[in-house]
């Protein structure tokens, strides 16, 4: 319980389905700040407090437990090596992948509980044979199916999303009112839960130092300087302040970070439009796919709220590889690419290599 | 089945302690008021005081009522050293023992951050005993430039005993006031303000000047405690306004509170003797049985000079919120003991200033005694600890 709406709900929603719920609040910082700011939902003692508050109105026991060294490990420390290798990391997909559904959910296991049940929105369902598959919820704009795709079967065995089918958040915010819980109209969190202003660039920089560096073209051509790497992202155009202007007289998109020689690669727009994802780090979720040697149709989504696309994928020697229908724009090194059938999430991998419509080879 | 376990957070309100809180809400009046209304009210005040000060052995001027324990320690050590410094600038070094309650430390930390004071830290042994040879030595050295001296009584998580009248006489002896935080002894131990002055050889503002308690570790409602000041004590005050008790403490008397803790301390000091052979008895057998049923399990503190109510035991491989989460679970309240942050369970700082590391000092848990404790309630404990070990132990550590 995060002290949102959200998980709020969904734990009111297993206490009227009859189970024994207890409400655990994931204290992810051992310092945390006071007071709630700006449009975060959590990790504040603020919001502890209101998860804290959401569990007596639903007359459920509730209890702080300690998760701040291994999220400090496997998602902050993660999420700043990652920036420094160039990749594009996603902390929430990481710390439901470490934390949420594999340190507490091992945890709440040994101490007796059946499952963890959390406010995503999501549906696990079974399938004919009975075996778990995770869907994306009924609600399109609130789907967030893409961050659990890293779930494996066991882990959807053990968890519950009470919120999978409602078709829309404001009725969540009505259902929650309705029921006293006073986070009602608790504003929803963005961005990343520990950079708390938002400043992503100027926390990564504190923490990994900027130095100039090149900016260069796809053939190595100094453009111009940099300050430093951290916080460029995929398919930027502003802020790159390159005096000459392209042969061509077309603007220029970073391409490409390259943290080991401090460079960040530009060129045109064409050059982002990518036509092949590949990655060797790749789960199933749930049930595998028979026979991935062989093309079978998906859809590919490589952000949490990017629409999905039209595909084809099949492994490779170990390799999965994904070719969009239409090609996929400003794709980077690290983010994670999840294949659905229909709205069943078949697996997940992280893009380690791209292929761009000019036929440009980028590897990370 | 329900068992209450942690007596030294709070402890229930004694009976006789709700009917002096409930006869007095009746009484309309300020205790400070002149007409007949407010000395009725008053008196209520000054009867608490005088039975306070009959059970802590000083004189009824001497009892200062503040709001409870934390208060009461913020007024002596910001209240002595500010005195101190006012009086002599370079006096501006606070001789702190490591393992004091954070109601302590947080005001030492705060006097080094805005007023510059100097922090004397002084070690603990391994059984959180107050290393006095490293307090004799620092008086010895810093003696002319020391504020004053502060220290537990009884530490609040592992229960040790300190040498009081041996410090005390080393305050005296340096000419530097000390303040005892006695919140966790009252009731447990005798206190005798004006005979540790006494026999610990304390002048004026030098040796034993000041000693906090809090009412509702005793028996009383909660809100309450009291700061006892010496009437040669050099302390300035931290709350301004009507003038109240010596001008120390202005604010209107909460006459109710006051005597619902004044009732407590004399109920408590009435069963003293009887109450402390049945709490020895009961701590003693449950040491004994926590130890055969897990072996693992290690007692912290002074096995022998600890205080009647508290049993601290690490349990190896366990974290102390999974052991608190499973005996909740099964109707039994205890403590890790240590302070928490928005409900999580750091480590302990007692432990680790004990010479633990941080693993050691997350698996502790203290179970305290009090007045409404049976051995039924400690019968549901012992039931439910093997298990509750067992499955902390799968659980693991996230430390």
Known sequence: MSGGVDSAVAAARAVEAGHDVVGVHLALSRMPGTLRTGARGCCTIEDSMDAQRAATMLGIPYYVWDFSERFKSDVVDDFIAEYQAGRTPNPCMRCNEKIKFAALMEKAIALGFDAVCTGHYANVVPDVNGNLELHRASAWAKDQSYVLGVLTSDQLAHAMFPLGDTPSKDLIRAEAAERGLSVAQKPDSHDICFIPDGDTRGWLADRVGITEGDIVDTEGNKLGTHEGTPGFTIGQRKGLHIGTPAPDGLPRFVLEIRPKTNTVVVGPKEALDIIEIAGTSFT????????PENEFDVEVQIRAHADPVPAVALLVGGELVVRPANPLNSVAAGQTAVIYVGTRVLGQFTIARTVSDLNVVATA | MVAYLDHAASTPVRPEATKAFTDALVHAGNPSSVHRHGQAAR????????????VVGCQPIEVIF???????????????????????????????????????LDTVLWLQEHEGAVLEWIPVDKQGRIDVVELQDTLERAGTAVALVTMLWANNEVGTIQPVTEIAALAAEHQVPLHIDAVSAFGHIPINFAQIRTESGATGNAGLVALSISGHKFG???????????REAL????????????????????????SSMAIAALVTDKAFE??????????????????ALVPSAVLSGDPQNRLDNNVNFTFPGCQSDSLLFLLDAMGVSVSTGSACQAGVAQPSHVLLA????????????RISLGHTTTQEELDEFLDALPDAVERALQAGTTV
């Not at chain 2, 008196?43 to 009959?54: G, P, S």
């Not at chain 2, 693993?359 to 848990?365: H, N």
């Open chain 2, 274 to 291: 009887q109450e402390h052979a049945r709490l020895l008895s009961l701590r003693d057998a449950t040491i004994g049985k926590i130890q």
């Open chain 2, 354 to 365: 004990m010479g633990h590391d941080e693993r050691e000092a997350s698996s502790a848990l």
């Open chain 2, 235 to 258: 302390l300035e005050p931290l709350i301004h306004g009507g003038g109240q008790q010596r001008g120390l403490r202005s604010g209107t008397l909460d006459a109710p509170a006051i």
């Open chain 2, 43 to 54: 008196a209520l005040v000054e009867d608490a005081r005088e039975y306070l000060a009959t």
């Open chain 1, 284 to 291: 199933w979720c749930g049930e595998p796919q028979e026979n």
């Open chain 2, 220 to 230: 009383s409602v909660p809100g309450v405690g009291a700061l006892v000041v010496s």
């Open chain 2, 66 to 104: 503040t709001s409870g324990g934390t208060e009461s320690i913020n007024l002596a050590l910001v209240g002595l050293f500010r005195a101190a410094v006012e009086k002599d600038a370079k006096r501006n070094r606070i001789v702190v023992p490591e393992a004091e309650h954070h109601a302590t």
